[in-house]
């Protein structure tokens, strides 16, 4: 489907807002941290949506770095049992691979992923929790 003028604008406002909110609010959490902020969320989750519902990396999104001073990432596989909640995009274990990699492709070359996640329960958490030490070697 061809994207009018005006959808394409409204997709490049509406997640330059969302940049924008997401990182006053990365600013805040950072101000008010101890030692660590965990965060489920990132400007990548913005690049994967721009690909995975319009097709494309939109070019202004694309300019927000990832490679971020002190920034990390670990990626969740959608191995854990769909749950409905309204911030979930499907219970189609499919396209939630889909989007597990796409996040894997914005993420694999950048030297500050950590790895991927997977398994259920007390396994998931210990991997996670691995990833953390040995990169900070606690």
Known sequence: KQKTAYEIGVRLVGSEMCIRDRLRNELIALNKAKRFL???????????????????????????????????????????????????????????????ETFQRLLIENKNFLGIVKGIGESRLKLGISLINSKFNL
């Not at 694309?62 to 409905?84: A, H, Q, S, V």
Request: net charge positive; proline share 8%; glycine share 2%.
């Open 38 to 100: 965990i965060s489920d969320t990132s400007n990548i989750d913005i690049q994967v949506w721009s690909i995975i519902k319009y097709g494309s990396l939109n070019p202004a999104i694309k300019n927000y770095n990832l490679r971020k001073k002190n920034t990390y990432y670990i990626l969740c596989y959608p191995d854990l049992p769909y749950e409905k909640d309204p911030l979930r995009e499907s219970p189609n274990l499919k396209k939630r691979i889909k989007i597990f």
